[in-house]
C-alpha cells in the first residue's frame, strides 16, 4: 500500500541552528500539508500545497519558516533559526485533490523536533 | 472561527465494552468530518470520512455518525480490544474557508 514517507524521523537542534525536514507524498496525490503537532494538541495546518503553488501559508510564520514543492512532487519545510518553542510533530499529509474537497488525508510517520 | 471539541480528553474501559467519543464543531458549514486514529509517537491514521451530505459511515467495528445540524459527530467502537487503545481524533474541513481544523483528541486505553 502507497504510504506518505518523512524524513528524518527524529532530530534534535540546538536554538539558533537551520533544520529542515522531507515529505515525499502518495504517487499522484496533488494536495500536500504540512502540519504541526505540539504534545497533547491536534495538529494545526502550516502550509498547503496544490501541485507546486500554495494555497494556504497564513499559519506559517514567515519570519522563520518556509516551505517548498518546487515540482509539484515531494516538499521541504525549512525552520531558520530554530527556537524552543518549535519542538513539536511536524506531520505531512497527501490527499488526491481531484477538484472535489471529499476527499480522504493520508499522513506520514512524521517527524519529531527536540530544540534545546 | 471554527472550533473544534472532543470530549472525554482520556476514557479507559475494560475489554469488550461498547463505547462511544464524542466531538462537536462551532460552525456547520462543514464540507466533511474525518476520524482519525494515532498511535504514541506516530502519524495519523484515516479511520472514517462522512461528508456533509452523510449521516454515518461503518468500517467494521467502527460506525461514525453526523448531526450536522447541532455540531456533533460520534465515533461508535464495538467489542474493544486492548489494540484499539490509541488517541482519537476527529477533523472537520470547514466551506467558508476551506481550512481542516482539528480537535484535541480522545486518548483511549483499553483494559484487558
Known amino acids: 500500500e502507497a504510504e506518505v514517507a518523512q524524513s528524518p524521523r527524529y532530530k534534535i537542534t540546538e536554538k539558533s541552528q537551520a533544520v529542515a525536514f522531507w515529505c515525499d507524498p502518495i504517487s499522484g496525490h496533488a494536495t500536500l500539508y504540512w502540519y504541526r503537532q505540539i504534545l497533547g494538541q491536534g495538529p494545526e495546518l502550516l502550509v498547503q500545497?496544490?501541485?507546486?503553488?500554495?494555497?494556504?501559508d497564513s499559519q506559517l510564520p514567515k519570519d522563520r519558516f518556509s516551505a517548498e514543492r518546487l515540482k509539484g512532487v515531494d516538499s521541504t519545510l525549512k525552520i531558520q533559526p530554530a527556537e524552543l518553542g518549535d519542538s513539536a510533530m511536524y506531520l505531512c499529509a497527501s490527499s488526491f485533490g481531484g477538484g472535489t474537497l471529499q476527499e480522504t488525508q493520508y499522513f506520514g510517520p512524521g517527524t519529531r523536533l527536540l530544540v534545546l | 472561527k471554527q472550533e473544534v471539541t472532543q470530549i472525554p480528553a482520556a476514557l479507559s474501559v475494560p475489554e469488550g465494552e461498547n463505547l462511544v467519543l464524542n466531538c462537536s464543531f462551532t460552525?456547520?458549514?462543514?464540507?466533511?468530518l474525518q476520524w482519525f486514529r494515532q498511535d504514541p509517537g506516530k502519524g495519523l491514521t484515516s479511520l472514517l470520512l462522512i461528508q456533509s451530505s452523510q449521516r454515518e459511515q461503518t468500517s467494521g467495528r467502527l460506525n461514525a455518525s453526523l448531526d450536522k445540524s447541532s455540531g456533533r459527530s460520534t465515533l461508535y467502537i464495538a467489542a474493544s480490544q486492548p489494540g484499539d487503545s490509541a488517541t482519537y481524533l476527529c477533523a472537520v474541513r470547514g466551506w467558508r474557508d476551506d481550512k481542516i481544523i482539528f480537535g484535541k483528541g480522545t486518548r483511549l486505553h483499553i483494559l484487558p
Open positions: 500545497f496544490q501541485d507546486e503553488s500554495v494555497v494556504d
Open positions: 460552525d456547520s458549514a462543514i464540507y466533511n
